[in-house]
């Protein structure tokens, strides 16, 4: 046995399988900490949505630990000081975490490194979140990629990801380790309880991962033909515990290997983070500049409309809805909810992106800011701003049965399909036997369509213009 005690410092890797920063320390003497660090994640600390997860994630991962001899200690401050700190009470000269490529924690890993140096002691951070490190692909000239088909092109053309490594079976402590908090006094679970149905839909840690992943086995057949029906099961959801690291994108890789499609939305998330470490700028600056003179309106009003899921369009409200219950959104509905948002009421995308970052449980600094831009039209390979989603052809094509609408906004239930995208042409008699007074019972649509299009594109002509 290497008899040097290390430190193992769990991040957005809350996983023992397939975790090879902590199985290079099986061996060692360990002591495995966590840091809650809200203030050098500054405007991006964890949101309401993800503070619920990652307190039941880290409860998984603490047992998770102890079945295998080692506690996971638990603190809440400055990871600078922090970590230099536990490293030195245990006489460990080599603290070890997965590598984070969101830029707050690119820069406090940085300081967290600097201090530790100057005790002699170093930081080593392996790759785990993402199947290649942002840095190993290169256009032909060199450059990073910001168009997402050669990129994945010259992702699919690197040797096969290794297979997944085992969790170690067994852990040994460290001597001395210090006591951490509790749990509970990290204080993560949200006061207001309007989480209290997620439980009914996601489990998170580890095993809730595997899970997860046993049951996407299921739909990825069906993959290429269900994914854009929300009312069907035909994604994975493995968002959150992708996000948090409960399962390695190389796990997902050899689980779904030979599912094409599947495998493409593997690839935008690789392609996501490789544009957010190439532009630290991305969550908060438009990468295409011309749109930081896209003529945004400011009104309070809209923008709770549209979070409440109250903008009189269903298949937006449905959308929101459902996000603000479970905690997650169907893809499609996140396109034509972002797309609404930044086009029909003309809102910033910054206040959508802000939403999603505070009621998403898988909200993702590099995923959500390369989509809300995507959407948005300023992102480097995006959707044309031009192109405009229709929020009731997009019902009628992808909910045509109206099941999604009825589950999220029951007001509507009773209305038949062929009005449940657009009550406001159903006839006042269909509309009373549904037993719906527009503007009582549901709200009135929010802005016409066709006004709302033609605003949002005579602002983008005249910065296109300017
Ligand atoms: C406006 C907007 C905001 C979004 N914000 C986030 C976010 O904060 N976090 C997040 O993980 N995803 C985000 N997405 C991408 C996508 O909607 C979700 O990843 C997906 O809906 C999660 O469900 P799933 O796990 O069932 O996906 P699946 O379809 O089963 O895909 C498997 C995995 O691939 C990745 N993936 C899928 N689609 C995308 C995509 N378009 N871009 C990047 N990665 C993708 C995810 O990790 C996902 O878990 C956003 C999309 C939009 C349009």
């Given amino acids: 046995m290497h008899a040097s005690p290390a430190l193992f410092w769990f991040r957005q890797d809350l996983r023992l399988a397939d975790n090879p920063g902590l199985f290079g320390l099986r061996t060692r003497p360990l002591l495995a900490a966590f840091v809650l ?68 924690a690119v820069r406090r890993d940085g300081a967290v490194a600097r201090a530790l140096a100057k005790d002699g002691r170093s930081l080593t951070l392996e790759t785990g979140a993402l199947l290649h490190d942002p840095d190993g692909l290169r256009t032909g000239a060199g450059k990073p990629y910001s168009v997402y088909t050669p990129f994945a092109r010259a992702l699919s053309a690197q040797p096969e990801a290794p297979p997944p490594l085992p969790a170690p079976q067994a852990l040994h402590p460290a001597a001395e380790a210090p006591q951490g908090l509790a749990l509970d006094d990290l204080g993560l679970l949200p006061r207001r309880d309007w989480w209290r149905e997620f439980p009914q839909h996601w489990m998170p840690g580890e095993a809730g991962a595997q899970r997860a992943l046993a049951d996407a086995g299921k739909v990825l057949p069906a993959y290429g033909s269900a994914r854009d029906f929300p009312a069907r ?82 298949f937006i409200d449905a959308g929101m809805r459902q996000l603000w219950r479970t905690g997650w959104m169907h893809n499609r509905v996140r396109m034509a909810t972002a ?95 549904a037993g719906i007074e527009l503007g009582r019972d549901y709200p009135r649509a929010i802005v016409a369509h066709e006004e709302a299009r033609a605003r949002a594109l005579a602002g983008y002509a005249g910065i296109r213009a300017s």
């Fill in 37 to 104: 660090d809200d203030e050098a994640a500054g405007a991006w600390a964890y949101g309401g949505a993800q503070r619920w997860w990652l307190h039941h994630s880290l409860k998984a991962l603490g047992e998770a630990l102890e079945a295998r001899g080692i506690g996971l200690h638990l603190a809440s401050g400055d990871s600078a000081e922090i970590i230099p700190r536990l490293a030195a009470a245990i006489g460990a000269e080599e603290v070890v975490a997965a590598r984070m490529y969101e830029p707050w």
């Fill in 339 to 433: 797309s609404f948002l930044v086009k029909h009421l003309l809102l910033p995308w910054q206040e959508g992106e802000a939403w999603f970052w505070d009621t998403l449980l898988d909200a993702d600094l590099a995923n959500n800011s390369a989509n809300w831009q995507w959407v948005a039209g300023s992102g480097v390979d995006a959707s044309p701003f031009f192109r405009i989603f229709n929020p009731i052809t997009q019902g009628e094509k992808f909910d045509a049965d109206g099941a999604y609408v009825r589950e999220w906004v029951p007001e509507l239930a009773k209305l038949p399909a062929k009005f449940l995208h657009c009550p406001w042409l159903a006839p006042a008699e269909l509309l009373s036997k």
């Fill in 233 to 314: 099961a035909g994604t994975s959801r493995l968002s959150p515990h992708l996000h948090f690291g409960e399962v390695s994108p190389r796990q997902v890789f050899h689980a779904a290997r030979g599912e094409g499609a599947f495998l493409k939305e593997l690839y935008w998330r690789e392609f996501s983070y490789h544009l957010l470490a190439h532009r630290p700028e991305m969550p908060e600056q438009p990468l295409r500049p011309e749109f930081a003179r896209m003529p945004w309106r400011r009104d309070a009003r809209a923008l709770r409309a549209w979070q409440q899921g109250r903008t009189g369009y269903p």
